[in-house]
């Protein structure tokens, strides 16, 4: 959960108080819905992040474990 959390707050960097905003999140809405990024809106926000929130913090475990997975395996310099 901190993972996804942590996500998203650096992909909302410049319009944290409107997430939907982002152009980062723009355009991963675009890819993952195919609906273009200049329509997605406040309301097809919260609708993603509701009907998809299984896959989202499924998603915050999985940067979980590649965050431990990283840290347990520095790249050698």
């Given at each position: 959960?901190?993972?996804?959390?942590?996500?998203?707050?650096?992909?909302t960097?410049?319009?944290?108080?409107?997430?939907?905003?982002?152009?980062?999140?723009?355009?991963?809405?675009?890819?993952?819905?195919?609906?273009?990024?200049?329509?997605?809106?406040?309301?097809?926000?919260?609708a993603?992040?509701?009907?998809?929130?299984?896959?989202?913090?499924?998603?915050?475990?999985?940067?979980?474990?590649?965050?431990?997975?990283?840290?347990?395996?520095?790249?050698?310099?």
């Amino acid at each position: 959960m901190i993972s996804a959390i942590r996500f998203l707050w650096n992909a909302t960097r410049g319009s944290r108080l409107r997430p939907w905003r982002s152009p980062y999140l723009r355009w991963r809405l675009e890819t993952f819905t195919g609906k273009h990024a200049g329509e997605v809106g406040a309301r097809d926000f919260w609708a993603f992040l509701v009907s998809e929130r299984r896959q989202i913090l499924r998603f915050g475990r999985w940067l979980t474990e590649m965050r431990g997975y990283a840290e347990s395996h520095p790249q050698d310099s």
